[in-house]
Structures are given as structure tokens and as C-alpha cells.
């Protein structure tokens, strides 16, 4: 997915007739691509910006059943979800996905048999599962294991197991799998138009974002999995569609680990949903809001009334309060959620839909992060009617992601290949954990070049050469791809990115042939970006905040076309 594979995949995509032409290029949109062209299909996908640059990338990051979902009777969804969990942890995704504990607070005493009988289901409702299950804990072994919580905001605790993953960079190795088996993955290309034939849509218009040029993608079926933008695009496929999706704004902030002193996660109870307090390297990710949005799809804004809310209730737990000041990075997400069912996004439908919106075309939207790979498996079962060949059944439960291959081994030879390449065995622990086998590939673009080894200036957590291997073998483009994508400095650290957008800058400017000029813009583009983003989360409403947003420059924005962007 580098830069040379850019030009002979445009030359597939206008020159060939595919079975399948995806549209949108988040979780459920790279999984279809590998399902489909794990069948044996033949395979392209299209996203008009970054891989995850959605809600795709702006998840609680957790790979988890749902506890909460269980008091909503949604059982059918936490069972599917949980036996996702189980199998991306043993077998799909074991150097991606990563075991994480939470502490459940319990506030009344006659609370505990109700939540050990929903956490015991919990534990056993997936089927086998490979995390430990839940511990009771009394107050003052919760406080051990958590001595951040206020002696008075819980009478004793649970802990129980799920997992958590970088989605950004989860959903980036699911697309880069579907490559491997064949699909043409490209981002940066919009779909402009849709082509009729007859009574049916026959393929797509596409524009190349980053020179506007433009042609026609021939297909025996598209499918829709632009999320929040699914409606946007059954309009312009000349269709209503027969479900509609709703945007709920999600906002996260995260604070440096030594802020809370805990062994564990949290999950708290709120009056409308929960609020997760989750383990993230050396930080805390804090959150999440539930709310309308009905402004920019792009780029949703966080405001100060967001930061607000989530810092009043997990202060209400906390011995030592947590301040605005305290907050390093922010991040806004959209979750599409099936519209109809309630006025009130906490309570909309998190179970997914496919339709048939008519021959040719096929729309999937709702579900949760965790389930992305059997949406994915009943988007192209729904696909499969439009195409003339016979549909071998999905596969993709068997198919482990690009990198899972030889992980656990390599686990337990990190110390040799520490000291192979010079490295702290921790950093290649690190390492392993973000590419899994992978990374014999990417240690050996350091070969040649030993400095590549050396860290990111300013974001010490991560290596020159990943910069280097973003652009060549992950599809980077711009410098926020790398900086919030395929790392994420963007929001590990409290400059958010602008004080290594230089140096980052520097190193992708000649591997993808920018001018100085083009080097300048990107740098400039990624620093007004950030500034944007804390001027918004200083205002209190959606308005106030979507407007001081979307007045910062976009790399992409100016060749996108006015269709939309999913």
C-alpha cells in the first residue's frame, strides 16, 4: 500500500471490471474487502480519505462485549460480540488485540448480587473464553488495587476482564490483509457519481483527491459502508434506502497514567450510560459522551460542556480531582447509529442493518466495533445476489491479519532481538504489539540506515523508521495520517503533535516527493489543525465549536468533491 502501488492500483481500478466495489474505507468497509476477497471475489475498495480517519479511529478503542448493552436485554449482540473478542484475541489478531481489567465500583451493598449475576453472564455467554473471569473485591481490596477512588464512592468492587485495541491501527492491518489476498485498496478517492445501468447501478465515478482527475469503476455490485455518510450516499445512488442512520457524538480526553494511581481500568454508572477509565500505555483514556450531531461529519468538534461532563463524573470518584489542565489529548468520534427506534442517541440501536437498497447496490450501517467482521460477512452474503459467479461462504474466522503470524514466538524472543537491533526489549515488545511479525520488515529499513532507529523527536514513544514504514507499506499520504493514524502522537502527547510535525514532515517530504512548498503546507495545515481543535473544546455549544473546526485547512478538503466525504 506505498506510493509505487498507488498508480497501478488507479490503472486496475479504470481498466478492470470488479465483483465488488466497496465504499468507504473504516473497519466494516476494510473487513468486507477481505471477506470478499477472501471468497475468492474479485475486489476493489474506495475511501475518499485515510483508512479509519472516521469513527474508525475515534472509538474507546475496547474490543469488548458491551456490558452495559446486557441491562438493555440486547443479548443476541454481547453474545456475537464476545465471541469476536475471543476469537481476534487467540487467533485473528493476538498482536492487536490485548487483554485489559476493569473495576466495577459497587455504591449500595444489595448491588452485588445484581452485578455479579449480569458480569457472570457476561463471563460465560460468548462461550471459552481466555480472559480470567470476574474477582470480588471488598472495599478495602478494591481501594488497593484502585487507591485513586474515594473511600466513599464504593462499598466494595468486581473486577472483570475484556480487551482493547488501536483501532486506527487495527482497521489499517484489516485493509492491508484484504491487499494481501488480492482486493485494490485505495484511499484519497472519492466517489463522485454512481453508474446506472438500466434499473440497476452498475459501478462508481471516483475522483483522485490528490490530482482530481476521475474515471469509472465497473462492478456487478457496490456496497455502502460509510457509516455516518450512508445516507449522503444512497441520495446520491438516486435512493432513499430503507433504514436511515443517526450520528451520536463521542468525545474522549486522556490524561497521563500517574494522574489516576490504579492497578485497573474503571467502568462507571452515569444517569444516562457508563464512563470507561481505561488503561492506554502511559496515559488514561477518559470518556465517553453520548450525543446528537448534526454538524460537520468530517471533523466533529469536542466543546468545553463535553470535557466538562466527563471530568464531573469521574471526579465524583476520584481522591485528586482532575482539572482541564490535566487533559493531554482530546479526540471527537461519530458513532452511526440506527435511527428510529428512540429520540435519545444513549438508547438508539447499536445492532447493524443490511439492505438490498436495490440491484446493484447494498447499504450496511449500525453494529459496534467489536463485530465489524461479521457485518462485514453479511454485507457481502447480502452482495452476493448481484453476482453472476457462485459465493464461496466467508472464511475470514479463519484468516488471522498480516503480522499475526509467528506473533506469540517472536514474544518470547524479544530480548535477542533487542539486542540484535539495539533496542530495549520493552521497545520491541512495543514494537511487536503494533506490527506483530511484521516487524522484520520494518527493522530491516534501518539496515542502511541506523538512525532510523532513534525516536520520533518530541514523541519518544515511537521510532523514525515507523514514520518511514507508514509511507512506504501503510498507505500514509499526509502528515496527519502518520501523526494521528499510524501513530498516535496526535493525542499521547500534550503538544498533540505540533512540535514533531516538523521533523515528521522532513522525513515523508522526499520518500513522497514533496516540494518545500508542498513540505510547508502540510506542516502549517497539521499546526492550524490542532490550534482549531483546542479553540473548539474552549466553547460550550456544538455550533460555536463545528465553526471554529472546519475553518482549519485540510490537506484533502479542497479536491473533495461536494458529494460528501465517506
Keep these: ?159 472483570y476482564y475484556d480487551a482493547q485495541a488501536d483501532d486506527a491501527r487495527h482497521t489499517m492491518m484489516v485493509g492491508r490483509t484484504a491487499a494481501q489476498y488480492g482486493a485494490v485498496v485505495r484511499t484519497s478517492t472519492q466517489v463522485v457519481d454512481f453508474l446506472h445501468e438500466v434499473d440497476r447501478v452498475a459501478g462508481v465515478r471516483v475522483r483522485d483527491v490528490e490530482t482530481g482527475t476521475e474515471a469509472e ?101 476520584l481522591v485528586t480531582p482532575l482539572s482541564h489542565d490535566d487533559i493531554e489529548g482530546v479526540y471527537a468520534g461519530l458513532r452511526p447509529l440506527l435511527a428510529g427506534e428512540s429520540e435519545e442517541t444513549s438508547k438508539l440501536s447499536r445492532e447493524h442493518a443490511v439492505s438490498r437498497v436495490m440491484p446493484g447496490l447494498v447499504a450496511i450501517a449500525g453494529g459496534k466495533y467489536t463485530t465489524y467482521r461479521v457485518m462485514a460477512a453479511d454485507a457481502i452474503d447480502a452482495a452476493s445476489e448481484d453476482i453472476p459467479t457462485r459465493v464461496a461462504p466467508s472464511v475470514t474466522d479463519r484468516v488471522p491479519l498480516v503480522g499475526a503470524d509467528g506473533y506469540f514466538a517472536l514474544v518470547n524472543q524479544s530480548e535477542q532481538l533487542g539486542v540484535r537491533h ?54 500514509a499520504l499526509h502528515l496527519d495520517d502518520v501523526l494521528t493514524r499510524r501513530t498516535r502522537i496526535s493525542i499521547e502527547y500534550a503538544h498533540r503533535g505540533v512540535d514533531s510535525a516538523e521533523a515528521v514532515g522532513a522525513q515523508m517530504a522526499p520518500l513522497l516527493g514533496w516540494t518545500d512548498e508542498q513540505r510547508d503546507l502540510e506542516v502549517r495545515s497539521y499546526v492550524e489543525r490542532v490550534q482549531a481543535e483546542r479553540e473548539s473544546q474552549s466553547v460550550d455549544t456544538d455550533i460555536e465549536a463545528d465553526k471554529l473546526r472546519v475553518a482549519a485547512p485540510d490537506p484533502r478538503a479542497p479536491r473533495l468533491a461536494a458529494l460528501g466525504t465517506g
Excluded at 75 to 98: D, S, Y
Excluded at 434 to 456: F, I, K, Q
Aim: glycine content about 8%; aromatic content about 8%.
Design 422 to 475: 539495539g533496542l530495549h526489549p520493552h521497545r520491541v515488545r512495543h514494537l511487536l504489539d503494533r506490527y506483530g511479525s511484521l516487524l522484520h520488515g520494518l527493522l530491516a529499513m534501518a539496515d542502511d540506515d541506523p538512525s532510523l532507529l532513534e525516536p520520533v523527536p518530541s514523541s519518544p514513544d515511537y521510532l523514525r523508521v515507523e514514520i518511514a514504514y507508514a509511507v512506504a507499506y501503510e498507505g
Design 217 to 317: 469503476v465497473r462492478a456487478s455490485v457496490v456496497v455502502n459502508c460509510t457509516g455516518v455518510w450512508t445516507d449522503q450516499m444512497q441520495h446520491a445512488a438516486g435512493t432513499r434506502g430503507r433504514f436511515r442512520v443517526k450520528a451520536s457524538k463521542g468525545v474522549h480526553f486522556l490524561v497521563a497514567r500517574d494522574k489516576i494511581p490504579s492497578d485497573t481500568g474503571m467502568i462507571l454508572r452515569t444517569e444516562k450510560s457508563v464512563l470507561f477509565v481505561i488503561p492506554w500505555r502511559n496515559h488514561w483514556i477518559v470518556g465517553t459522551t453520548d450525543t446528537d450531531w448534526n454538524l460537520d461529519l468530517a471533523h466533529p468538534a469536542a466543546t468545553r460542556k463535553d470535557l466538562d461532563y466527563l471530568l464531573e463524573h469521574v471526579n465524583s470518584v
Design 1 to 159: 500500500m506505498g506510493p509505487a502501488s498507488r498508480a497501478r492500483a488507479w490503472e486496475r481500478l479504470t481498466s478492470e471490471k470488479f465483483d465488488v466495489v466497496v465504499v468507504g474505507g473504516g473497519v466494516v468497509g476494510t473487513g468486507a474487502a477481505l471477506d470478499a476477497a477472501t471468497r475468492g471475489l474479485k475486489v476493489a475498495l474506495v475511501e475518499a480519505r485515510d483508512l479509519g480517519s472516521g469513527t474508525s479511529s475515534r472509538s474507546s478503542k475496547l474490543f469488548h462485549g458491551g456490558l452495559r448493552y446486557l441491562e438493555q436485554l440486547d443479548f443476541g449482540l454481547v453474545r456475537e460480540a464476545l465471541r469476536e473478542r475471543e476469537l481476534n484475541l487467540t487467533r485473528l489478531a493476538p498482536h492487536l488485540i490485548k487483554p485489559v481489567s476493569f473495576l466495577y465500583p459497587l455504591t449500595k451493598h444489595w448491588e452485588r448480587p445484581y452485578v455479579t449475576a449480569g458480569v457472570t453472564l457476561y463471563d460465560t455467554m460468548g462461550g471459552k473464553s481466555s480472559l480470567p473471569h470476574q474477582k470480588q473485591l471488598s472495599r478495602s481490596g478494591a481501594l488497593r488495587m484502585a487507591p485513586a477512588l474515594k473511600r466513599s464512592a464504593l462499598v466494595g468492587a468486581i473486577r
